[in-house]
């Protein structure tokens, strides 16, 4: 008879998925009216992987791995790497040019919404830029003199008590 694990390294944390082979006797001792922590204590594992193999074995009849619900993801680890890296390189990029670029370099066709999604994701946030009214002609005029008469003007002169280079305008 097998003896109970005393390590408590062997018997904590997350580990690989059991095989069907080990699946297969958790469901034996079951259907011998084993109870779950005998089950456990004979195959040396824990009493929740027993409990959890038991409980999707009796509505579905199998102990096969199902497959994950919901759609797969569209962009692989390399395509999120490329990602990132181009919105480092130039974050000033349209959603749309990224998507462009992406087709181009990794192959990968989506559209501007999936990398705006990926980006917010990552941790990417952005803002629309404040707009700001264009100078027009007359008006570019009118600043001109302005500034041509205080280019004399430095930042200590008006704000004192601030250390900063003497830079003229």
């Known amino acids: 008879m097998q003896t109970a694990s005393t390590n ?3 018997r904590m944390g997350r580990s690989q998925e059991l095989s069907d082979s080990k699946r297969g006797p958790v469901i034996g001792g079951h259907l011998c009216n084993k109870s779950i922590r005998d089950i456990s ?9 027993v409990r959890g193999i038991i409980t999707k074995w009796k509505p579905l009849g199998t102990t096969a791995t ?5 759609r797969p993801r569209h962009m692989t680890g390399r395509g999120q790497r490329m990602l990132k890296r181009t919105v480092r390189r130039s974050h000033q990029l349209s959603a749309e040019s990224i998507a ?3 087709q181009t370099w990794c ?3 989506m559209s501007p919404t999936t990398v705006r999604r990926e ?4 941790g990417f946030h952005w803002r629309a830029a404040a707009s700001k009214p264009s100078i027009t002609k007359c008006n570019a ?3 001109m003199p302005w500034c041509k008469a205080r280019h004399h003007w430095t930042l200590e002169r008006y704000l004192p008590g601030c250390i900063v ?5």
């Open 8 to 10: 408590i390294g062997e």
């Open 41 to 49: 204590w004979l195959l040396n594992i824990p009493r929740s992987t």
């Open 66 to 70: 199902q497959p994950p619900s919901g």
């Open 100 to 102: 462009k670029d992406l």
């Open 107 to 109: 192959g990968l066709q």
């Open 119 to 122: 980006l917010h994701g990552m």
């Open 141 to 143: 005029k009118r600043r």
């Open 165 to 169: 280079p003497s830079v003229k305008f």
